[in-house]
């Protein structure tokens, strides 16, 4: 992805933030609670994770009884996350999550600060997956866990009947809620057509140095997760 298309990318994600959550759920069938629930239970019980892409909010706001770091480009997700997250988190008696603007590919983090490292939905836009996940080894504890979730795409065959689906039936209610036309969700469906399949990212997280690497197509067939460790 080049520089141009990485920031007008950016400029199209800060768009999505007022319908972000509503978009997400029409789109994902009601199942993006379930499968951010998953992530969680997947992580770590204790220690300090970090969230690479933290968007809006929408996964922070659920982590529970864990220190948590919150990673995302953009300042204006940053500026929407924070009173949404640390508000509920008080409400917990959980400590304050700390927001950090950065990018995957070049992690403002010492070696070895992070319990866990996960990424929900912005993985896809990540525009060096490999470095990002080079960067994400390096910031984990020996035996930390990574997790990513994000848009299946099994084979060729898959890859297209996904993009139909988020090309026409997504898009189409994107453009109802969005008011306009050219709405910022195409470039959602712009990056899964750019994306590798699930296996592709089983091998790259092997390549890159991580263990006991697995993944699964979650139901209804519309997402992967995969897990690995340092």
């Known amino acids: 992805m080049g520089e141009v298309d990485w920031n007008e990318l950016q400029n199209n994600l800060e768009a999505t933030i007022p319908v972000y959550d509503r978009i997400n759920r029409f789109a994902t069938v009601g199942q993006v609670s379930r499968w951010r629930r998953m992530v969680a239970d997947r992580l770590p019980k204790e220690g300090k994770i970090l969230e690479i892409g933290s968007g809006p909010g929408s996964f922070a706001e659920i982590v529970e009884g864990r220190d948590l770091v919150c990673l ?134 092997e390549e890159v140095g991580f263990k006991d690497v697995s993944s699964k197509v979650i139901f209804p067939g519309m997402a992967t997760i995969w897990q690995a460790k340092a």
Request: glycine share 8%.
């Open 72 to 205: 995302d480009p953009i300042p204006s997700m940053i500026a929407a996350a924070e009173p949404r997250v640390n508000s509920k988190r008080r409400g917990r008696g959980d400590s304050e999550a700390s927001f950090v603007k950065g990018e995957a590919e070049a992690l403002p983090f010492d070696d070895s600060t992070f319990d866990g490292v996960c990424s929900l939905f912005s993985f896809r836009d990540w525009y060096d997956k490999r470095k990002g996940l080079s960067e994400a080894l390096r910031v984990l504890k020996p035996g930390g866990s990574i997790v990513i979730v994000d848009p299946a795409k099994i084979n060729r065959l898959h890859g297209w009947l996904g993009k139909m689906y988020m090309q026409i039936w997504v898009g189409s209610y994107a453009r109802w809620v969005c008011g306009v036309q050219d709405h910022p969700w195409k470039w959602l469906t712009k990056t899964y057509v750019h994306f590798g399949t699930t296996r592709d990212y089983v091998k790259m997280l």
